[in-house]
């Protein structure tokens, strides 16, 4: 029936050369069957790919190209009205799609930004006399200002939207009204995903309805590029599931017991932070608390380690006994629930290693999303060690499916099969589409939520219309569309059962009711960012000369510019100075990770070597961290270089443990004799040749540093300089006017808060606790104590010495009878120090021998202590166990360092 209608579809032969999927296809047709009168049109389309938005604009192009050369006349497009017009503009992820779309010269790609300087405009625009051009443009705060100097600064002929999620979906309903202010008469493309109600809501309001066109399959089928067959897998972990249950529960409790009470946001924050990555959990718990630990943030978007957040929550005060109960009861079931899992195997560990096992090796492209970047970087580095020549050559990958930056890097082309880990929202379902084959996994209580939204996944998928002879060309109006009654498949793994020393049994009684399932279990959003948020005393909070102030966690690492330098210098936080100039990302962004990928992708034609080379470079990371750990410290590390035979100062090796650097910058030999030095120590190789290309990767990444940081200067100050030319290799690449809407610099004028941190290299930790003691009247500690200060390298001595005063002053004071020990614990909190009264029976009866020891003839329990930080580092945790000596009145310390062992 649509092969009737050929004749009238302009620029034919352009659909059948392209190689974009029937959907797609199908969209383009119907596209210019409209667009030809001038007719604005809405398209609402399966999800197909990041790549289908150029198809949409090079179509749009060749339509102008036929009128041009007067084979299409008509209302709109003709010669007349078309030579006049050179412009087409695109509302979408720019900078994303200025990456996908900047090496096709057809399109003649351009940015529009505003103008650095208030007042100004936008930047003027390149190629004003080129035949066509293509507009990328982004929402700002204020699109009226945008619209109004597009109107003078171009000639569109059309106008295309992107409301995808490959696109910008956020105050879509302002930008299309402003749009048709300033551009009257000129049609608009709008393009939607099916099934994103929420976007197709704001469209539905508009004064002035659009041409609605509904898009199925079949009028090109030999197109098809991807059929998305999706599969519900079920990890039967009944263990783990009950756990994510019970502390679900809980948390909402919490969340209940405080609604409407003000000032409580990072509450929520810390048990949506404790909940969300045990339930996408898929890498040994030990493993993923050094990666948060070894890759501390601090500002509006902190990320540390689920220890650390169980913390933070013990240290709240809220505003009824109620509701500190319900949060007391949350602590002790997640604190339960991490020493179950710290030598456990959680079912979706086990389901991952499962699946891969099934389809790798197969010829196949095949990759595992997860919610994020830096949750697919964690993934990766622990994947790593088994998988690393399928990670290297493409065949495995492991990618972030939750926001448009790793969707456009990711959704380029259809993989084979996609195992998703990550929760997916009711209007994710765009995910299934990234592979003809697609598995979410899920424990059982999820899959109660993910099963019902199956059913109105599957019409979505399939790709069918609400019209059904929707190649008629008539408009119609959004309907919803009905649920499927079967859904997606489901298989349930039952030797996915989870594996645990020991297993903690609950007694739940939970309702069999998929409503109650349903919204216990849904996927918890990301936080948004807290700008009102507190800077801890962790943190280092700088004020730039701009104005602004910048948190950053003491061993977050920056990238800065400082006088005299030719290269980028990655630094701690705790090292910075007033002078350093901060080199961040266009959103404000300081994360290392993003910034590298934004000055790559902008800087180099070819990114998948480079790509290569980060993924094995990372490994340097995993190495020190656990030489770190192995040796007890930054000095065991030293020493036990020395002992090696590697000769390395104590500064060098303190920076390898902070990750400020990538790798020992030694160059050739030199790189790999010292990764070898430092990973054999680790325990994680045992061969020179295994290390190799971690080596050649560090040398790799480095050099790329140096080449970035002699030309980002000289393009920032040469995009506020109009006058000032960049010329070099790398100006090819990019127009050095463009890198200023990329990064931008900004110079540290001092430093408001340092992080509480004695830095006196003087001091150790024996000699805090040797001090006190010997002028203190209620603390004593005993050799035991002294020698295990001596092996520990924690570095906060300011913390440690506050240990000791909580020890002397309010415990004391506990126990003579003077206070209550609420009061000693608060007193604790607002210090940042947490206090835990004994350890689990599971523990106690493991290690009898450490909490039980002799004391005057006596055994006596050393389970209460005090603590600080994570329990994986030990130069940045700390444990102070004691006990109370009711004949001598005095607090006796059997312990002052590292943690002690909870587990076998």
């Known amino acids: 029936m649509a092969e009737g209608y050929r004749s009238a579809i302009p620029s034919a032969d352009f659909v059948d050369s392209i190689t974009c999927g029937d959907a797609l296809a199908g969209a383009i047709t119907a596209l210019g069957y409209r667009l030809r009168h001038g007719q604005s049109i809405w398209l609402s389309l399966p999800i197909s790919s990041a790549g289908d938005l150029g198809w949409v604009l090079r179509y749009v192009h060749a339509l102008r190209m036929e009128s041009l050369r007067g084979v299409l006349r008509s209302n709109w497009f003709n010669h007349r009205n078309m030579s006049e017009r ?77 409301a995808t999620p490959f696109g910008k979906r956020d105050g879509l309903r302002e930008v299309l009204e402003t749009i048709a202010s300033f551009h009257k008469g000129v049609p608009v493309i709008v393009l939607t995903a099916v099934g994103d109600l929420h976007t197709e809501q704001q469209i539905q309001h508009l004064k002035s309805p659009m041409w609605r066109q509904p898009l199925g399959r079949g009028l090109f089928p030999a197109k098809r590029l991807v059929a998305p067959s999706p599969r519900l897998l079920i990890a039967c972990d009944n263990t783990m599931n009950e756990h994510l249950i019970a502390l679900a529960e809980k948390g909402r409790s919490v ?74 009861e949350f602590i002790f079931q997640a604190e339960q629930l991490l020493e179950m899992l710290m030598e ?88 299934f589409a990234l592979a003809d084959n697609t598995d979410l996994l899920c424990y059982e209580s999820e899959s109660v939520w993910a099963e019902r939204y199956g059913q109105r996944w599957s019409p979505l998928l399939a790709g069918d219309s609400d019209n059904g002879e929707w190649w008629s060309l008539a408009p119609s109006r959004y309907q919803y569309v009905r649920a499927s009654e079967k859904g997606i498949p489901v298989e349930r793994w039952t030797d996915c059962s989870g594996q645990y020393v020991h297993r903690i049994k609950l007694d739940l009684d939970h309702p069999d009711d998929g409503d109650w399932f349903e919204q216990l279990m849904e996927p918890i ?9 507190e800077p801890e005393d962790d943190e280092v909070v700088v004020l730039t000369e701009a104005g602004r102030r910048h948190s950053f966690h003491c061993r977050q690492r920056i990238y800065v510019y400082r006088e005299g330098d030719s290269s980028i210098d990655r630094i701690i936080a705790g090292d910075l100075v007033p002078g350093d100039t901060l080199i961040l990302t266009d959103e404000g962004s300081d994360d290392t990770a993003d910034l590298l990928r934004v000055l790559i992708d902008y800087t180099q034609a070819n990114t998948e070597n480079y790509e290569s080379f980060q993924m094995f470079a990372r490994r340097w990371d995993d190495y020190i961290t656990h030489a770190v750990e192995t040796c007890g410290g930054v000095d065991g590390l030293h020493k036990a270089l020395a002992a090696a035979g590697t000769k390395v100062d104590v500064a060098t090796v303190r920076g390898w443990a902070n990750l400020a650097r990538i790798g020992p910058g030694h160059g050739g030999q030199g790189t790999l004799d010292y990764t070898f030095a430092v990973a054999k120590l680790s325990g994680l190789v045992s061969k020179k040749t295994e290390v190799q290309k971690v080596a050649k990767a560090i040398d790799k990444i480095r050099h790329t540093h140096r080449d970035l940081g002699k030309r980002l200067r000289q393009y920032v100050i040469a995009a506020s300089s109009p006058n000032t030319e960049v010329n070099g290799h790398i100006a090819d690449a990019i127009d050095p006017k463009i890198i200023a809407d990329v990064v931008h610099l900004e110079t540290i004028e001092k430093i408001i808060q340092y992080p509480n941190i004695v830095l006196d290299e003087s001091k150790s930790l024996a000699s805090t606790l040797s001090d006190y003691v010997s002028i ?25 010495d506050k240990c000791l005063q909580l ?30 009264g004994g350890m689990s029976a599971v523990t106690q009866g493991q290690h009898a021998d450490t909490y039980k020891v002799r004391y005057k003839g006596a055994n006596v329990d050393i389970g209460k202590h005090l603590r600080v930080g994570t329990s994986y580092n030990p130069e940045h945790c700390f444990r102070c166990h004691f006990h109370w000596d009711e004949a001598d009145q005095k607090i006796v310390v059997h312990h002052f360092g590292r943690h002690l062992p909870t587990r076998k």
Request: net charge neutral.
């Open 344 to 431: 456990g195997e959680v079912g979706k560990q086990q389901a991952v290693n499962k699946w891969l096992q099934e389809h790798q090796n197969k010829g196949q492209r095949i990759a595992i999303g997860v919610t994020g970047e830096r949750a697919s970087v964690l993934l990766t580095s622990w994947m790593m060690n088994e998988h690393a020549e399928e990670l290297n050559d493409g065949r495995l990958r492991v990618i972030g499916i939750n926001s448009s930056r790793d969707l456009y890097r990711h959704g380029q082309e259809p993989l084979d099969r996609l195992l998703l880990i990550a929760p997916l929202w009711a209007q994710g379902y765009w995910a």
């Open 525 to 533: 959003a990301e936080p948004p960012p807290s700008t009102s948020r």
């Open 807 to 836: 020890l002397e002053s309010e415990f004391h004071d506990v126990y003579t009878g003077k206070i209550r020990i609420e009061e000693a614990v608060q007193a604790a909190k607002r210090a940042g120090i947490s206090y835990a």
């Open 776 to 800: 203190s009247e209620n603390v004593v500690a005993t050799s035991r104590a002294e020698k295990s200060a001596e092996k520990s390298g924690f570095s906060n001595l300011g913390k440690a």
């Open 255 to 328: 969340k209940d017991a405080i609604a409407g009470s003000q000032g409580l946001r990072s509450v929520i924050q810390g048990i949506d932070q404790v909940i969300s990555p045990l339930r996408a959990l898929c890498v040994p718990v030990a493993f993923y608390e050094k990666y948060q630990d070894a890759n501390r943030r601090g500002g509006p978007y902190p990320v540390k380690p689920v220890v650390d957040w169980i913390d933070d929550l013990g240290r709240a005060e809220l505003p009824s006994g109620q509701s500190q109960n319900a949060l007391d």
């Open 86 to 162: 050179q412009d087409l503009l695109v509302w979408t992820n720019r900078r994303a799609q200025f990456t996908a779309l900047r090496e096709d010269k057809a399109l003649g790609v351009d940015m529009v930004r505003s103008s650095s300087r208030g007042g100004e405009g936008i930047i003027p625009l390149r190629n004003p006399d080129r035949i066509f051009r293509t507009l990328l443009i982004q929402m700002t705060h204020n699109n009226i200002q945008l619209c109004s100097d597009l109107s003078t600064a171009s000639s569109p002929f059309a106008i295309v939207v992107d």
